[in-house]
DNA sequence: CTTCGAATGTAAGCGGTGATAACAATGTAG
DNA sequence: CTACATTGTTATCACCGCTTACATTCGAAG
């Protein structure tokens, strides 16, 4: 019965699998690395093994995040749509992503990676707004945003996404207002950007 | 020499003071009762009988955080200037407040106070939304704002603002880029309630 | 003024945590 | 086969939030 193997064989990507499990249903900060170990079936230190710290356990998780929000979304955009098309799309994948996976995006933009976070984790924010600089551009070259510096029109389209989603989880909204919401920010959005 | 009193006198509004100094500096997580029990030169069982729990003395931050912004948002609003200049100092004060004060702004739309938060805390983005809310109503009297029903209008402008700050904060901005996506910000929201 | 209850602080201790160091088992390259 | 690197274990430290039982002080009613 207890004849566990010595090592795991996967302890890395078990205590991941598990982290957002637990960050899914019990949030940050209910996330514990003993507890992860115990549910791995190993001893209390051998996590350390593979995240020097907690807080290495978290940038992964938030960096593995960005990376699935940013493909999520860089997908959506194969076909070569309309500018309004594409945001709308851009925008329901982030939202999407947001509902099913609140306490992993509020992890990723919290500001407990500072200073000194891990590089890539730093720079995938960046990487996300590349995806939208894109639609941007594509939206200039047809005429149908208007011109300007695309990373600095970028900023406002991820604010506006990522303040609505914190919004619709504080702001105490109900799922019919988080819709009527979403659909008057892509609107919003959608003038904000017309040439 | 230590004679201190038995009976502190303002606790309360000792470990408050001294919580948000900790909040500051050295962000929430680093923020130990024990700690500001010792700062205060108290026993560290004493804060719970001003806080029953470490929640709630973050809770009470966050609430204070709201009434400061929302107070400071109210208060720039004095004149009747045009919407543009109303916006551009909304938006202005929301910044520099998020300047400031960025992890207690982090603290006050952190997912951490659900699902059974005091409902004070709660309503307090509500009323935060409200400031916005008046504001819309005056551009649209003045045909300023196109029409529109006011309580979803207001969605996009905090949403843009607060996602606009913790993009800052967690973006890897630099100043300038800051100053420039806030610019850009302000007209993109300007170009979004245009009728 | 005295008394007595409420408010506030203390002392002690419980279970839990993240981290580290010293040691043991296993995998692997030469 | 052997030496080394990897991975897990054991033991321990300092700290934490919280609770219970007790001490002190304050303030108001008699």
Redesign the interface.
Known sequence: MKDRPYHHGDLRATLLTLAEETLRDR?P?ELSLRELARDAGVSPAAPSRHFKTKQALLDALALDGFERLTSAMTTVLAGDESFAAQLDALTRTYVGFAREN??LL?LM??????PDAPPEL??A??RL?DVATRVIEDGQRRGEVRQ?PVD??A??L???????T??A????FSPEQMD??LD??IG??L????P
Do not use: C
């Open positions: 949030g900060g609140a306490a509020e933009f919290a500001r407990k990676h500072d730093a720079a924010p960046k707004m300007g600095v029109l900023v406002p991820i604010a506006a996404l990522q303040g609505l914190t919004l989880l504080n702001g105490g009527r919401s008057e920010t919003f959005t003038r904000g950007f017309r």
